[in-house]
T-cell receptor, first 113, second 112 residues
C-alpha cells in the first residue's frame, strides 16, 4: 500500500546512456514533483506537475524530460547521462491548493559511471 | 528570492533538548514543514505549521514560527538516539503550494 512508489530503487549506468525513472502515487493527489538530492544532501526541486500539466521547471538541462501520462504518474527520462547526474532522485506528491504535506517516494539512487 | 537556510550540523547529549533553526526568505509561504531523513531512507514529514500560526506542539516536538523575522525552529525534547537523522526545513510557495523549497538539512547527532 505504498503511497508514492519509485522504480528502480538503484540504477547504475554508463555515461551517454538514456534511462527512465518511474513514479506512481495512489493518493489521488493532483500535484507531483521531482527533486534531486546531491551528495551533500541538498534537495532541489526539478519539476512540478499539476493535473498532468507542467507548472514548474527549474533550471534543469534539456536532457531531463518529465512525462506525466496521467495524474497518478510522473516519470523522469534522462538522455545522454553525465557523471554529474549521479544523485538520489525523489518523487513526491501533494494535494495542491495549500497542501499540508508532500509525500515522498523512497528515492532512486542513480550512479553514472 | 526563494531560499531556505539551516546550519549543517548539531550535536546534543542524549536526554537534552535539540533546537534546529531555519530561516527563509519568501514571505508568501503558505506552510512550513520539518522533514526527517534517516540514513538511506526517504523523507518523512515530522510536522508542519500554517504561516499564520506562531507555535505548534506535537508530543516531543515544538515548532516556533517568527514570521516577522522569517525564522522557524524545531525543538525536540528529551532527544533520543533514534532522533539521529537529517532534518530538513521546507516552505511551500504560493497559494497552490505547487513548489516546496528545502533547506540544506541539519544533521543531528546524539552523544551519550
Amino acid at each position: 500500500d505504498t503511497a508514492v512508489s519509485q522504480t528502480p530503487k538503484y540504477l547504475v549506468t554508463q555515461m551517454g546512456n538514456d534511462k527512465s525513472i518511474k513514479c506512481e502515487q495512489n493518493l489521488g493527489h493532483d500535484t507531483m514533483y521531482w527533486y534531486k538530492q546531491d551528495s551533500k544532501k541538498f534537495l532541489k526541486i526539478m519539476f512540478s506537475y499539476n493535473n498532468k500539466e507542467l507548472i514548474i521547471n527549474e533550471t534543469v538541462p534539456n536532457r531531463f524530460s518529465p512525462k506525466s501520462p496521467d495524474k497518478a504518474h510522473l516519470n523522469l527520462h534522462i538522455n545522454s547521462l553525465e557523471l554529474g547526474d549521479s544523485a538520489v532522485y525523489f518523487c513526491a506528491s501533494s494535494q495542491g491548493q495549500g497542501s499540508t504535506e508532500a509525500f515522498f517516494g523512497q528515492g532512486t539512487r542513480l550512479t553514472v559511471v | 528570492g526563494e531560499d531556505v537556510e539551516q546550519s549543517l550540523f548539531l550535536s546534543v547529549r542524549e536526554g537534552d533538548s535539540s533546537v534546529i533553526n531555519c530561516t527563509y526568505t519568501d514571505s508568501s509561504s503558505t506552510y512550513l514543514y520539518w522533514y526527517k531523513q534517516e540514513p538511506g531512507a526517504g523523507l518523512q514529514l515530522l510536522t508542519y505549521i500554517f504561516s499564520n500560526m506562531d507555535m505548534k506542539q506535537d508530543q516531543r516536538l515544538t515548532v516556533l514560527l517568527n514570521k516577522k523575522d522569517k525564522h522557524l525552529s524545531l525543538r525536540i525534547a528529551d532527544t533520543q538516539t533514534g532522533d539521529s537523522a537529517i532534518y530538513f526545513c521546507a516552505e511551500s510557495i504560493g497559494s497552490s503550494a505547487s513548489k516546496i523549497i528545502f533547506g540544506s538539512g541539519t544533521r543531528l547527532s546524539i552523544r551519550p
